[in-house]
């Protein structure tokens, strides 16, 4: 297989104004900035790409930057270093600093081909759909799935039935554009209290992955919530069981749901419904006896970020230094199969 690019993204040394905005707020993404700092940076990237070469020539000549909505003295600065043709100070400052992702995967991220999890702002993430999907492709993958949430959470705006149909529409244009990267289409499908999944059946049918995860009534018992994971992993229409413990070990945390972890990855084993590794910092779920004791069931895995900005789809090597201290193997891993493979799996399991 060819060498992957670099994982981050480098800027060339002088990038444009737009591209050094959009670089800053992709590493402080990566870095889980706040989102208020990071705003700051997608907005004026936004503004400054909806100037005119002429109008944004006298701005930066007359220093009149920050009369625009959504710049600052700060993306001012940016802005106009980069113009200049000189790395900004900031950029500089940032790029400096060790990416807080740990590198002791590095040979399992390298054989990484793509992401089963994602989200953009038609759902909870910060993003549209096209530059979640670039920066996916810029950072070597051949293939991502998009993978909004579906109506029951309505918090994080979830895809009613007709928003996801529309929402298809939408990837089928980019994806023609993107070839030939593939940018797959997919949700993560709530599973409701008795297993069954939050969207219309025939619907799930049309995508390419389907992602199954719980995120209400986590602490239910132990046998109610057995019974709803294994009627879920159990469904035809789903390929990827997201997130399974539901544990936060970040910010506010939260306990671990409890099931019958051997029972439910026998099911997934059975049923070919890969455990996902999420590699959100604040989640890395399963923890790491889990993950060894479905590696022993012989499931299927994949390593996905769960990305709701840019800079997160670089959150991979989280989980790849936990899948391979626990020995998982690549081949296991459907992130890193050639989308065809991916793609007849996820037909053969329905």
Known sequence: MAPRPTRTPTPPPAPDPAAALDRIAFLLERD???????????????????????????R??????GELKGIGPKTADVVEQAYAGRVPG??????????PVPTDGAALLAAQRGDCHMHSD??????????????????????????????RLTVARGLTAERLRAQLDVVAELAAE???????????????????????????????????????KLRMEEPAMTRRLLAAVRNPRVNVLGHCTGRLIQGKPR????????????????SHTAVEINCRPER??????????????????????????????????Y???????????????ITTWPVDRLLAWSSASR
């Open 90 to 99: 900031y950029l500089a400052d940032l790029e400096s600093r060790p990416s």
């Open 122 to 151: 038609w759902s909870d993430g910060g993003s549209p759909i096209d530059a979640m999907a670039r920066t996916a492709r810029d950072l070597g993958h051949e293939w991502v799935v998009l993978t909004d949430h579906s109506p």
């Open 32 to 58: 889980q900035a706040p989102t208020y700092r990071v705003k700051a940076f997608r907005t004026a990237s936004a503004v400054v790409v909806g100037l005119a070469p002429d109008d944004l020539r006298r």
């Open 284 to 317: 890395r779920d399963p923890p790491s006896r889990l993950l060894r004791r479905a590696l022993a069931a012989g499931v299927y895995f994949t390593i996905d970020t769960d990305a709701h900005a840019p800079g997160q789809l670089d959150w991979q090597g």
């Open 178 to 216: 993107l070839a030939p990267f593939r940018l797959l289409t997919g949700i993560e499908c709530d599973i409701l209290d008795d297993g069954s999944l939050d969207q219309d059946p025939d619907l799930l049918a049309r995508l390419d992955v389907v992602v199954a995860s719980v995120h209400s």
């Open 60 to 65: 930066v000549e007359q220093r009149t930057l």
């Open 255 to 270: 306990p671990e749901s409890a099931f019958d972890a051997d029972a439910v990855f026998a099911a997934c084993a059975e």
């Open 319 to 333: 989980g790849c230094a936990r899948a391979e201290e626990c020995d998982v193997p690549a081949d296991r891993v």
